[in-house]
């Protein structure tokens, strides 16, 4: 086979081994089989007649013309996408919203059908930014939305951002729980101390809440609590804060969950950076309504204000930030 001839399924099975280094993970990562995926390795190793890994029983790694293909195969197949996007016409644009209710990334949806009623925007529920920003960097996902500056820095080095909202945080509290007091009545965040709060703690699609949660609590006497099952639909979160009786780590504008207060933390007011979170080099219509939407959001809204005495990460403040 003449270089000029590669098909572009083996360099895009030579891409996911690459970011993978595992040869089993790119595989269910591209939904084939091992044995497909070595063999077209295999083929794309021939037809340019360069070793493009190292593989032993423990590791797999790029030799020097792996890494230099590697850029160059990434740009082939964005180039091949705009191509068969150009002449396919726009398809349905996937949108994770992470949870199915009320949230901002559900407004962002929202206002952008609205400004392209033309466009199919899907929306998608991954409950994770973690596991969401994973499928938009294979390219079974689109968008999502969520606190971008925690994802891995490998992972986020592939994807594009726009911040859309410091998310006020709240907490929720069993019924019954000793600070549970009124809805929406504010609560200091000193009031946790001595407390385990549910952060996601244990589930891999959502390692950037837990990260946020972990550094927010940091030196006030809080902690983050341990593991527990994730909880599918009201019902089965309602009985496990019941089982556990553990508070619970929300934004203000999370569902209200029968059986469970929601109360806004204060003093500080800690904020959640909330971005939209898109592959590098993706284009599409909706996308661009998806920006249009959140501009004209945040700026209505005042979404990107930050209000005086408040918290966030120390990856957008510098450590300068908080209380």
């Known amino acids: 086979m003449n270089p000029r001839d590669v098909e572009p399924r083996l360099l895009r099975g030579f891409v996911a081994v690459a970011e993978e280094l595992h040869f089993t993970r790119a595989a269910a990562r591209l939904y084939v089989a091992q044995q497909a995926l070595s063999r077209d390795v295999r083929r794309l190793e021939q037809a340019l007649g360069a070793a493009l890994f190292v593989r032993t029983t423990r590791a797999v790694e790029l030799t020097p013309d792996g890494e230099r293909l590697l850029p160059l195969a990434r740009r082939a197949l964005s180039a091949q996408e705009e191509l068969a996007a150009a002449f396919a016409g726009p398809r349905a644009l ?45 390219g079974r996902l689109d968008v999502s939305f969520g606190y971008a500056d925690g994802l891995d820095p490998a992972l986020r080095a ?3 951002h726009r911040p859309v909202r410091y998310e006020p945080l709240a907490v929720l509290l069993p019924e019954g729980h000793p600070h549970a007091g009124a ?49 599918v639909g009201k019902e089965e979160f309602r009985r496990v804060m019941a089982k556990t009786g553990n508070p619970v780590l929300a ?59 408040s918290w966030r990460p120390a990856a957008l403040t510098g450590g300068t930030d908080g209380g």
Not at 184 to 202: C, D, I, K, S, T
Request: with cysteine; charged share 20%.
């Open 94 to 138: 996937l949108v994770d919203l992470n949870t199915d209710g009320p949230s901002t990334a559900r407004t962002v949806l929202e206002g952008a059908r609205e400004l392209a009623p033309d466009c199919e925007l899907m929306a998608r529920f991954e409950s994770g930014l973690t596991h969401a920003a994973a499928e938009i960097a294979a």
């Open 183 to 231: 809805p929406g009545e504010p609560m200091a965040l000193a009031a946790l101390a001595g407390e385990r709060v549910y952060a996601g703690a244990g589930n891999p699609r959502t390692l950037e809440w837990t990260g946020l949660a972990r550094e927010l609590f940091a030196g006030r006497g809080i902690s983050v609590a341990p593991p527990a099952p994730v909880a």
């Open 158 to 160: 592939r994807l594009d």
């Open 251 to 309: 934004t203000v504008d999370f569902l209200d969950m029968p059986g469970c207060v929601k109360r806004p933390l204060v003093d500080p007011v800690p904020l959640s950076p909330l971005s939209m979170v898109w592959r590098k080099g993706f284009g599409h219509p909706g996308l661009d309504a998806l920006h249009r939407a959140a501009a004209a959001l945040s700026d209505r809204h005042g979404w990107l204000a930050v209000p005086r005495g």
